[in-house]
């Protein structure tokens, strides 16, 4: 599986590991561009804080539920947290892939937090 086969996925298995080695692997909205792989995500989530600790990732293909094809191709990566900048440029990025979805999701949020985005963008190389 290429960056390009996984930017064009619909969801991919982002898979974050806790400080004892345990794999915790979350289904998310993902988009190549550039050679890396991008995610958008909750400031608070604990992918966050597990990549803020252990940049190490694994990352496949799957479906809404984070279900893995059986046999599906897992490419290992290096996940780092990017500044605001970096988090308007990915959403720009998941606004033309997800379209009316992500305007769907972001909009009545951020309407809701009274304007604040509580978000954050990783960039994963592999």
Not at 9 to 17: E, K, Q
Not at 87 to 107: E, G, H, I, N, P
Request: charged fraction near 30%; aromatic fraction near 8%; glycine fraction near 8%.
């Amino acid at each position: 599986m290429t960056m390009e086969e996984l930017g064009r996925a619909r969801y991919v298995s982002l898979t974050t590991f806790r400080k004892d080695g345990t794999p915790v692997a979350t289904p998310v909205w993902a988009v190549a561009d550039g050679g890396e792989l991008y995610v958008w995500t909750r400031s608070d989530s604990w992918k966050v804080k597990r990549i803020a600790r252990d940049g190490r990732v694994t990352v496949t293909a799957c479906d809404v539920r984070g279900r893995v094809e059986e046999g599906a191709p897992v490419l290992e990566g290096r996940a780092r947290l990017l500044d605001e900048a970096g988090l308007r440029r990915v959403r720009a990025l998941m606004s033309r892939k997800y379209t009316w979805q992500f305007w769907a999701v972001d909009v009545p949020a951020t309407l809701w937090r009274r304007g604040k985005r509580p978000h954050t963008a990783i960039a994963v190389k592999l």
